[in-house]
Structure formats: C-alpha cells, structure tokens
C-alpha cells in the first residue's frame, strides 16, 4: 500500500543550525502538507503546498520555515536557524479524496 | 475559529470491552470528520473519514458516527484487544474551507489483558 515516507526519522541538531526534514508523499497525490507536533500538545497545521508554491500556512510558519518540492517527488521543510522550542515532531502529509495520509513524522530535538 | 475537544483524555478498559470516544467541534460547517490512531513516537494511522453527507461509517471492528447539527463524533471500538491501545485523535477542516486540518488532544487507550 503507497505511503507517506519521512527521513530522518530523528535528527538531533544545535541550537541556530539548519535542518531539512525530507518527504516522499504518495505519487499522483497533489496537496501536501506539514505539521508538527510539540511533545505533550495537539498537532498543528504548518503549511500546504500545492502546485509548487504555497497555498496557505500558519502564524507558526514564519520567515525561518521554508518549504520546496525540488525535483517532482521529495518535498522539503527547512528550518534556517532552529530554536529550541522548535524542538517536536514533524508530520508530512498528502491529500487524496479529502482524505489525510501522513507520514511516521521526524522527531526534532534541538539542544 | 473550529475547536476540538475529545473526552475522554485517557480511558483504560479491559480485554473485550466495547467503548466509545467522543469528539467533538465547535463549527459545524464541516465537510468531512477523519480519526486517526498515534502509536507512542509515531505518526497517525487514518483510521476513518466520514464525509458530511454520510452519518456512520465502518471499518472492521471499528464505527464512526457523525452529527453535524450537534457537532459531534464517536468512535465506537467493539471487542477490544491490547493491540488498540494508542492515542486517537479526531480532526476536522479549518473554519472557511481547505483541506488543512484541526485536531484534537486526543483520547489515549489502554486495553488490559
């Protein structure tokens, strides 16, 4: 069955580096999204992104997220300089028939 | 702006015990309602998705309802098995249409041998 695939699994960074955090979502799906999920607290939408731009996202996303799809089938979240409290999981997600696929999510930490 | 909010926070039943999860929302101009299952450190599993139009839908041992009017869900799981036990978490579309979701705190489930 097609899925949702996310690497790394868990990624461990300092304090002011950049991550990228990769998707693989399911192949002919067309919207795609990021969420995350602070340990503890609900999930939060992030962002979608359809027809390689942005079509909408949160008062979280601000000027150090950004998102890309480079070449057609992985689709990237990067985080500039991360901050502590950036530390959560990470959701990708596709959209087919208004139904949510999600990946198994990237843990963050950020020491 | 839509709310969710799922009762029980945490509910621990034994073996073979039929159960309900409760979810509810506060904007009921919604078009569909999906669950999900989160396993500890994992991503979501989508269990079911139930459009507005529809008022149950069924997936082996599990039941999704939907009432609109009310603003409410329930997840009915039958014969329980140790293998349930996991958050779930119930979601619904953002106020004003699009596909991105609101969800929950979720339900977390233990299922005693």
């Known amino acids: 069955e097609p899925e949702v695939t996310q690497t790394p699994s868990h990624q461990v960074t300092q304090m002011g580096q950049e991550v990228i955090l990769r998707c693989v979502p399911i192949?002919?799906?067309?919207?795609f999204y990021w969420y995350r999920q602070i340990l503890g607290q609900k999930v939060e939408f992030l962002v979608s992104f359809y027809n390689n731009e942005i079509s909408e996202k949160s008062e979280i996303f601000d000027d150090q997220f950004s998102v890309e799809r480079p070449d057609g089938s992985n689709f990237t979240l990067k985080i500039r300089s991360t901050k502590l409290e950036d530390s959560a999981m990470y959701f990708c997600?596709?959209?087919?028939?208004?139904?949510?696929?999600f990946g198994q999510g990237t843990r963050l930490t950020v020491v | 702006k839509q709310e969710v909010t799922q009762i029980p926070a945490a509910l621990s039943v034994p073996e073979g015990e039929n159960l309900v999860l409760n979810c509810s929302f506060t904007d009921s101009a919604i078009y569909n309602l999906q669950w999900f299952r989160q396993d500890p450190g994992k991503g979501l599993t989508s269990l079911l998705l139930?459009?507005?139009?529809?008022r149950e839908q069924t997936s082996g041992r599990l039941n999704a309802s939907l009432d609109k009017s009310s603003g409410r869900s329930t997840l009915y799981i039958a014969a329980s098995q140790p293998g349930d036990s996991a958050t779930y978490l119930c979601?619904?579309?953002?106020?004003?249409?699009?596909?991105?979701?609101?969800f929950g705190t979720g339900t977390q489930l233990k299922v005693e041998l």
């Open positions: 979601a619904v579309p953002f106020t004003g249409g699009g596909n991105k979701l609101t």
């Open positions: 192949s002919n799906h067309l919207y």
């Open positions: 997600a596709s959209i087919y028939h208004n139904e949510a696929f």
């Open positions: 139930i459009q507005s139009s529809q």
